[in-house]
């Protein structure tokens, strides 16, 4: 029996006075699966990821995650929904005036003031702080303050953030945005490091091309404890869960895997394929 999804839209549309900022989207998010969302700037791509967990409030359609319908919930009721989300921020979002240490402490206090986690006592907050530093290899930043790291360093501390509580989606809004090429796919590969140890849903909206291809084409070993290629090891079935999603004015005007995005000939989807120089 395929996994139960984790979140669904269904002829979705939002609108901001006369602009339609989504239009008719459709999708569903697996365990385990990833969407790379591609598209110029405007068409939508952050009102997605905001709608999925009721930041935006859409217009007609039906959105559902975890099973639970969040187009008619008040923002009371959406609280717990959202919490069990991961969200990276287009613009790293990181409070500045809390040490990285409490930057990712965050999202457990606030679970915690939802009142049905156990109390958390400083040994057992502090132990999954610790952890997801350590995941994104930040562990010695614990006590200092976001203006004191560097960007590529910021941005793995918005990682470490979304996936404290280890939650079962993580949103990423263009997480290598503005970052060197080797950052950034230091960046993609902790991404997918997070999907494969965790079999965690992810959508990622990503201006590089070069993103969705270490989504789609490598895994985490943890063997080895680095990225291997998907077609080396034959391992066909984590291959084909990962699409690309291209937007235009609202809608998805491409859905397919990286081959047949490649394959594709409309000019506004081949503007978002990497071509060799
Ligand atoms: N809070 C808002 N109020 C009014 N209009 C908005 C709001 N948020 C987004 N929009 C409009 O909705 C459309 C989609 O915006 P969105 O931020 O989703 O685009 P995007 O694809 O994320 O762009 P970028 O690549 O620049 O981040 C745009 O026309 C934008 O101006
Ligand atoms: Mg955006």
Same mark, same amino acid.
């Given at each position: 029996m395929p996994d139960q999804p984790i979140l669904k839209f269904c002829q979705v549309s939002l609108r901001f006075g006369d602009t339609w900022a989504l239009r008719d989207i459709c999708f569903t998010l697996r365990p385990g699966e990833t969407r790379v969302i591609f598209g110029a700037a405007g068409s939508g791509k952050t009102t997605l990821l905001k709608a999925a967990i009721g930041l935006a409030t859409v217009s007609s359609g039906k959105i559902e995650l975890f099973g639970e319908s969040v187009v008619d919930r008040n923002e009371t009721e959406l609280f717990p929904l959202r919490s069990r989300a991961g969200f990276v921020f287009q613009e790293g979002g990181l409070f500045d005036s809390l040490s990285v240490g409490e930057n990712v402490e965050y999202p457990l206090l606030n679970r915690q003031m939802m009142g049905n986690q156990a109390a958390l006592t400083e040994a057992n907050v502090v132990n999954p702080v610790r952890e997801a530093l350590r995941f994104v290899e930040?562990? !010695?930043?614990?006590? !200092?303050?976001? /203006?004191?790291? /560097?960007g590529g360093m910021r941005r793995r501390v918005g990682i470490a953030r979304a996936i404290v509580t280890e939650p079962p989606l993580v949103l990423y809004d263009s997480p290598t945005a503005g970052l060197d090429p080797i950052t950034a796919n230091t960046i993609m590969a902790l991404i997918a490091k997070e999907r494969d140890v965790r079999n965690s849903a992810s959508l990622i909206v990503t201006h590089r091309y070069q993103d969705g291809e270490i989504m789609a084409d490598f895994f985490y070993d943890p063997e080895i404890e680095g990225l291997v290629p998907v077609v080396e090891t034959g391992t066909e079935q984590k291959k084909t869960r990962t699409r690309f999603m291209v937007m235009k004015e609202g809608r998805i005007v491409f859905f397919g895997t990286r081959p047949e995005m490649e394959a594709n000939q409309d000019s506004y989807v081949k503007r978002f394929i990497r071509h060799e120089e």
């Open positions: 930040l562990e !010695k930043t614990f006590d !200092k303050f976001p /203006s004191e790291i /560097s």
